[in-house]
């Protein structure tokens, strides 16, 4: 079978309006459902961060209020804990995509501070984009498509339709607020036609090898989309 790139945030925080810090990572979720997935159909994974630093999981995503219950957050847990690949990431600035069929983008509110500005990561999307090769983001990993920008200004994603969290899911989850900027925002910014679904509930959108997903609740969907690009 094939290799699977997933691209982890690499920060533990994300800096807000007033300057303070929220503490994040990346949603144990968005990691877990589509990495088991994708091994049980025998495809390998290898994980990338900036730097090659060990992606930080946000805490909160493992709490039990957000994974009904204290059963499934622990099995939560424990899924996180076999996925050795975290403990070993490449540096994404070494990430070859000829290695790869494909390419996973988690979410959680890390990539709006760390891959939203990342030009090692905008590269290897606009590659990724560009090779046909199938591409899937869910949540907050769309702050990602920010730093895909061409030679000539502009994004490489505008004109796609894409699903990302959004402002009203941001408002509901308290942060909307205190944040610099609203990942909704910023993507219709630079031209990406988010296509907005009910808050918190399954939502994804597929534009030609690109699959995106709303929130959490998506990252099945986009793991089944993905499988389903790889053939």
């Known amino acids: 079978m094939s290799k699977i790139l997933f691209v982890l945030t690499g920060a533990d925080h994300w800096t807000l309006a007033d300057g303070t810090t929220h503490p994040t990572g990346f949603w144990a979720e968005e990691a877990v459902v589509p990495y088991r997935a994708l091994k049980a159909a025998g495809h390998e994974i290898?994980?990338?961060t900036p730097g090659g630093v060990v992606p930080p999981v946000d805490r909160a995503s493992l709490a039990a209020e957000v994974n009904g219950g204290q059963e499934k957050a622990g099995e939560l847990a424990r899924a996180l804990e076999e996925m050795t690949e975290l403990r070993t990431p490449v540096k994404l600035a070494e990430v070859d995509l000829d290695d790869f069929a494909a390419v996973f983008y988690p979410g959680g509110h890390g990539p709006m501070e760390d891959l939203a500005v990342d030009a090692e990561s905008g590269r290897l999307l606009i590659e990724t984009l560009d090779s046909g090769k199938p591409l899937a983001v869910v949540?907050?990993?769309?702050?990602?498509?920010?730093?895909?920008v061409r030679p000539d200004g502009t994004n490489a994603f505008a004109g796609y339709r894409a699903a990302a969290f959004t402002n009203e899911e941001e408002v509901q989850g308290g942060l909307a607020g205190r944040a610099r900027w609203l990942l909704q925002d910023r993507l219709t910014e630079a031209g990406v036609d988010v296509r907005a679904s009910e808050p918190w509930a399954p939502h994804v959108v597929v534009d030609r090898n690109l699959v995106t997903g709303q929130n959490p609740a998506s990252s099945a969907p986009v793991a089944e989309e993905l499988l389903k690009l790889l053939g």
Request: overall charge neutral.
């Open 139 to 148: 949540c907050h990993g769309p702050a990602a498509l920010l730093a895909a």
């Open 46 to 48: 290898v994980v990338a």
